[in-house]
């Protein structure tokens, strides 16, 4: 899947303001999941209040023990801290991850940012070993993007 003609979907999905925001973001989520071949995992954390850590919102996929990440722990929790992409091409080189299925092979987490801080982000788990480019980072960057307009509201 071209990942700019999902773009537009994206944009209408979340134009769509009598759902509610994690509605729209749940079906972000499976829009994702469900159109590119290599996203196998795909959900939202966010700031869990006050606290130093992460909390799952919506996801689409395999359910996951990790509803809740210590900042600095894991890839999500290192994000929450560096402020940064983390694209990871495979995660058994990794000595900070935390599994969530034996069959994650990658991950790539883009922060999301509303009035320029950190309040979350798009967390994306493979079976398929290093198959995020830049281009996933791009198409990721601009999901965050026009989540944040909703946020921002």
Known sequence: MNLEKLKPEVIKILAQEQLSVEHRLEEICNTLRNNIE???WV???????DKNELKLSSYAGEPTDHTIIPFGKGICGQVAESNANFVVPDVKAQDNYIA???TVKAEI??????NGENIGQIDIDSNTIDPFTAEDEQFLEFVNAEVAKILEK
């Open 109 to 114: 987490v883009i922060p999301l940012f509303v």
């Open 43 to 49: 959900g939202f954390y966010f700031k869990n209040g």
């Open 38 to 40: 290599y996203y196998n």
């Open 100 to 102: 969530c299925s034996i």
